[in-house]
């Protein structure tokens, strides 16, 4: 299968109008002669930041049957939602044994993306400075504690990002933790759109159960890459301040996709960008249920990311 790049597009300007002619994507602002097109076949999500944006009917229909993912942000930037494309069944081996919920299996490839997601922040923290964190002694403790490895990791992570302060899942009151939602739910629109098209059912979780957030198999495979989303917070904290003010959030919103796309890690004998990772890692997953083995699977590692895009550009790799 042959991985293509495309555009994560951010709406932030209000008064947005999109609308489909002859394949490709239109913005006209209101009250202005700004007009940006782009080709439809070179969308994987969009993301509408601002209110008042409105899409022709004949738009959103287009961009669905493309397998485009829409999320939808309230006026604090916080996701509420996504228009998504209909779910279908790509490959019957894998639909049917997700759908059996084969707990033995189930409960293996947990535990390796929940492993790997705190390798993934225990190098985020090394990344930052951090010398004196003890997650590598707690991953490799025989029943992982994930509270407790979140509570250290978030201590660490905020101290040395601006300032200690707790996390924020939801109405996130501080700058950073309004960033981190942002990023995380740029991430799951991408794998949310993955799942779709490799055939898996979101509502159907390995770990977080069917009542969470409606897509827990989402939430599940996000895991690995929230700290690629941590670290690339710290980077932007090294040009622009930590502030809630517009132009901030503005230059967060561009900083995002911007890393998607130059950033590259390392798989098999090749390195791919960020956004085409995603669907390689979903393959692997739908595979692994295709045959309920995730002894060879392939899990982002932070290690493995390259961040000069200029010299790691199509480099091939020796084993």
């Not at 501080?174 to 779709?196: D, H, M, P, Q, W």
């Not at 904290?237 to 900083?255: D, G, V």
Request: aromatic share 14%.
């Amino acid at each position: 299968m042959k991985y293509m790049s495309y555009h994560i597009l951010h709406i932030t300007k209000q008064g947005s109008y999109i609308s489909i002619d002859k394949g490709l994507l239109f913005c006209k602002i209101k009250d202005t002669d700004e007009v940006y097109k782009l080709p439809i076949d070179d969308i994987k999500a969009v993301i509408v930041c601002t209110p008042a944006v409105s899409f022709s009917n004949n738009a959103i229909a287009s961009l669905l049957k493309n397998n485009v993912v829409i999320q939808h942000c309230d006026r604090a930037f916080q996701p509420v939602g996504w228009s998504v494309p209909l779910d279908r069944i790509v490959k019957t081996k894998v639909f049917n044994n997700q759908i059996s919920q084969n707990e033995e299996f189930e409960t293996k490839l947990w535990k390796k993306v929940v492993k790997q997601k705190t390798l993934n922040q225990a190098y985020a923290l090394d990344l930052m400075g951090c010398e004196t964190h003890n997650l590598y002694n707690l991953i490799n403790k025989p029943l992982m504690n994930e509270a407790n490895i979140a509570k250290q990791y978030w201590q660490d992570y905020f101290f040395y990002l601006s300032e200690p302060m707790k996390r924020e899942h939801q109405n996130a009151q501080s700058f950073e933790n309004a960033c981190l939602n942002y990023g995380y739910a740029v991430i799951k629109t991408l794998i949310y759109r993955s799942i779709l098209i490799h055939g898996l059912l979101p509502n159907l979780g390995i770990h977080h159960k069917g009542n969470y957030k409606t897509t827990p198999l989402v939430y599940d495979l996000t895991e690995p890459f929230r700290a690629f989303i941590d670290i690339y917070l710290f980077y932007f904290s090294q040009n622009y301040p930590l502030e809630f003010e517009s132009e901030e959030i503005q230059e967060w919103i561009k900083f995002i996709p911007n890393c998607l796309k130059d950033y590259r890690i390392k798989y098999k004998d090749n390195s791919y960008k960020i956004i085409d990772i995603i669907d390689i890692y979903i393959e692997e997953i739908a595979n692994a249920f295709a045959k309920f083995d995730c002894s060879e699977i392939f899990l982002p590692d932070l290690k493995e990311q390259f961040l000069d895009k200029d010299t790691q550009k199509n480099r091939e790799y020796e084993e």
